[in-house]
């Protein structure tokens, strides 16, 4: 897997960590709290604003590279740029849908910039539309989500998503939050740290929450 968590695990001796839970042998071994506004120019759709901020352990290493740094210096910058180098090669661990249609992607975010927050690492982005889509009377679809469920990707409730003012009055974003079967949950629980669930199970999809932007 090549999203920088997982590497993260690896580099700072997960093992030592996932000791301190009795359920850290278990998918997901790595954290994200998501927060996200839609971003809106000439009444039209353009892109998605994201903050991930990563949980402690994921954080550690890269805020030991960072050290006392501050953060406008080159090394942040550097850092930024490796963490964003993984998440384009995971096409941004989003989907966005309309009509049941795929919506693409650019290839390369306007902007991007890793901070710190206390002990947690926060990346913050602009993922943009290959092509501005419009607002009136349409709805959208996005998921947020790592496909094998090592990392799990969540917004912890609607509070974490937000509209610009300028849309805000005709409008809505909607989180769906699915409720996996005890089969599954059992079966991501049984899986131990190196292990990785069957490619063609798509375990992380079955866990993954759903953004729906409707406006009038």
């Known amino acids: 897997m090549k999203f920088l968590p997982y590497n993260l695990l690896r580099r700072v001796g997960g093992a030592l960590a996932l000791l301190l839970s009795p359920l850290a042998w278990a998918h997901p071994h790595s954290f994200i709290a998501m927060q996200t506004t839609p971003v809106i120019s000439d009444n ?84 943009p ?34 509209l610009p003012e300028a849309v805000k009055a005709r409008c809505k974003l909607t989180l769906t939050t699915p409720q996996p079967d005890a089969s599954l949950k059992a079966f991501a629980l049984s899986l131990d740290k190196a292990d990785a669930p069957p490619e063609s199970m798509d375990l992380g999809r079955q866990f993954a929450q759903t953004v729906t932007l409707s406006c009038q």
């Open 44 to 127: 039209q759709l353009t892109g998605l604003k994201m903050v991930w901020t990563m949980d402690e352990i994921t954080s550690a290493d890269l805020l030991y590279d960072a050290g006392s740094a501050t953060p406008d210096s080159p090394v942040w910058k550097k850092l930024a740029a490796e963490v964003m180098a993984n998440v384009l090669a995971q096409h941004y661990f989003t989907e966005f849908w309309h009509q049941g249609k795929a919506v693409k992607f650019q290839n390369l975010p306007p902007s991007w910039a890793l901070a710190r927050k206390g002990a947690k690492a926060v990346l913050t982005f602009v993922l």
């Open 129 to 162: 539309l290959a092509q501005p889509q419009p607002l009136a009377g349409q709805t959208y679809k996005f998921s947020t989500f790592d496909p094998t469920y090592f990392v799990d990707m969540s917004w912890h409730d609607e509070q974490a998503l937000s």
